[in-house]
Nanobody, 122 residues
């Protein structure tokens, strides 16, 4: 059974930083693409960043501020978030795609975590 567990969310002032972690268990391959999405109240879930073994992609709104990376153990994915803005406030979700291609569409991802709240105060 695949499980994705996010951690690292919290309350931070604008301009601050947070690092989100996603611990994956039950994945049968280290070549899965992993992604981060977020959902603000009243809005649809939106793509933030994703990586595969050969590609890293970011939403324009976070490019240059957020960095997605894999841990040494390959079953952990991080999202380093710098220069945070109030509009970054959302529940952040980790997702795994069984195909080894990083994509922006949430419908392509097969497994999801429960989410972690990030709140950025102005």
């Amino acid at each position: 059974q695949v499980q994705l567990v996010e951690s690292g969310g919290g309350l931070v002032q604008a301009g601050g930083s947070l690092r989100l972690s996603c611990a994956a268990s039950g994945l049968t391959s280290s070549t899965y693409a992993m992604g981060w999405f977020r959902q603000a109240p009243g809005k649809e879930r939106e793509f933030v960043a994703a990586l595969s073994w050969m590609t890293v992609i970011y939403a324009d709104s976070v490019k240059g501020r957020f960095t997605i990376s894999r841990g040494n153990a390959k079953n952990t994915v991080y999202l380093q978030m710098n220069s945070l803005k109030p509009e970054d406030t959302a529940v952040y979700y980790c997702a795994a795609d069984t195909t080894p291609v990083a994509v922006t569409s949430a419908g392509n991802y097969d497994y999801w975590g429960q989410g972690t709240q990030v709140t950025v105060s102005s």
